[in-house]
């Protein structure tokens, strides 16, 4: 059966490949709303590992907000009071 009703909305891709759809099932996928290598800025600025946009991101007029880094991967809160280390990780 064909992928009937699917939305692509809202996303951002500078450089390389990003939606991989299938030829024939691109009449079936409905785009909308997506910056593709759009901004004039890069994604990641100057280092590999940034992935945050410029503060005046043309990106924030569409409504996109910006990715909480610091809330990714394990973190100190109040039900993690401390990481694992090393020694811990190799014994398990």
Same mark, same amino acid.
């Given at each position: 059966a064909a992928p009937k009703g699917n939305l692509v909305a809202n996303n951002i891709a500078q450089k390389g490949t990003w939606d991989g759809v299938q030829d024939q099932a691109r &009449? #079936?996928?409905?785009?909308?709303?997506?910056? *593709?290598?759009?901004? &004039?800025?890069?994604?990641?600025?100057? %280092? &590999?590992?940034?992935?945050q946009l410029a503060s005046d991101s043309a990106a924030y007029n569409t409504g996109f907000q910006p990715i909480p880094i610091e809330k990714i991967?394990? #973190? *100190?809160? %109040?039900i993690r009071v401390s990481l694992p280390t090393q020694n811990d990780l190799q014994h398990q």
């Open positions: &009449p #079936y996928v409905t785009f909308q709303q997506n910056l *593709i290598d759009q901004l &004039p800025e890069s994604l990641g600025g100057d %280092k &590999p590992d940034q992935f991967g394990l #973190y *100190i809160d %109040k």
